[in-house]
């Protein structure tokens, strides 16, 4: 069973997504769930990959602006 130790939610124009870092016995991970038109799609990233996961995001949004 997963522990959620922190969450944050937030509505863009007409989907609905939930950010979560859990924990459960195999390690900590981050789940971003998004919710639209009574569908959810799920991305679940590892603890380990998160910095990398943050740079990259970074990166990919500079270089759009």
């Known amino acids: 069973m ?5 969450s944050r939610e937030l509505q ?3 989907k609905h997504f939930f950010i979560e ?6 390690g900590r991970f981050l789940r971003i ?3 639209a038109h009574g569908r959810r799609n799920t991305v679940i990233i ?3 990959g998160l ?3 943050q740079r ?3 990166e990919v ?4 602006e």
């Open 56 to 58: 990259m995001l970074a």
């Open 33 to 35: 769930t998004e919710e």
């Open 46 to 48: 590892p603890s380990t």
């Open 61 to 64: 949004l500079s270089a759009g």
């Open 12 to 14: 863009v124009e007409r």
């Open 2 to 6: 997963d522990t959620i130790l922190e």
């Open 21 to 26: 870092y859990r924990e459960n016995e195999r």
């Open 51 to 53: 910095e990398e996961f």
